[in-house]
């Protein structure tokens, strides 16, 4: 305040050096980039495969994690939002996908053999995975159901199983659950 006297709520920050507060922005506008990157929106994929070297999983000294000690408090958070955009991202493309799914069913009596039979009447074109850019994976079953998913951020295809205990960030697959009809 001018007068040399301290603010009780600014002793806290007084501990840790403002150069170190700076240089974990810095560090974390890098990776905030660096995660933005693994994502092309023209393109509508995600390449998680781009390294993120500022990530603080290359921060191994003692010494320098204390440094970025705020950085590598919030790098967790930066990356879930990461993952819960490409998880949103294809929910959307699984909701159109089940739209014009129903809307074929409605239409014709039955769920279509192969989605490419949505286009043109009730898509434009068919989306590709995010994480991969390959077609969404779909059976049409007999009792009149279908299976609609994507092979997740393991990009391994587990056969559209999905687990029903366990949250959205754990499934291997990612799974439209389509009632019997």
């Given amino acids: 305040d001018g007068g040399g006297r301290v603010h009780p709520e600014g002793w806290r ?16 506008n890098q990776f905030f980039d660096e995660l933005s ?16 070297p500022s990530s603080a999983a290359h921060i191994t000294s003692l ?3 204390i440094y970025f000690i705020l950085f590598t ?14 998880q949103a991202a294809t ?8 739209c014009a799914l129903e809307r074929c069913r409605l239409a014709r009596g039955s769920f279509p053999q192969a989605l490419s039979e949505l286009t043109p009447d009730f898509l434009a074109s068919l989306p590709a995975e995010i994480v991969n850019g390959e ?9 009149g159901s279908f299976l609609l998913y994507s092979v997740g951020a393991d990009l391994r295809d587990d056969g559209g199983v999905s687990d029903p205990q366990a949250s959205a960030a754990k499934q291997a697959d990612w799974v439209w659950h389509c009632p019997a009809k």
């Fill in 13 to 28: 920050f007084s501990l840790y050096p403002s150069g170190w507060l700076y240089q974990s922005q810095v560090r974390a």
């Fill in 37 to 52: 990157a693994r994502i092309d929106p023209d393109q509508r994929r995600y390449f998680g495969d781009r390294p993120i």
């Fill in 63 to 65: 010494p320098a994690r």
């Fill in 73 to 86: 408090a919030m790098s967790p958070t930066l990356e879930s939002v990461e993952k819960r955009w490409v």
């Fill in 91 to 98: 929910a959307t493309d699984l909701a159109r996908l089940a």
């Fill in 135 to 143: 077609p969404y994976r779909y059976r049409h079953a007999e009792d």
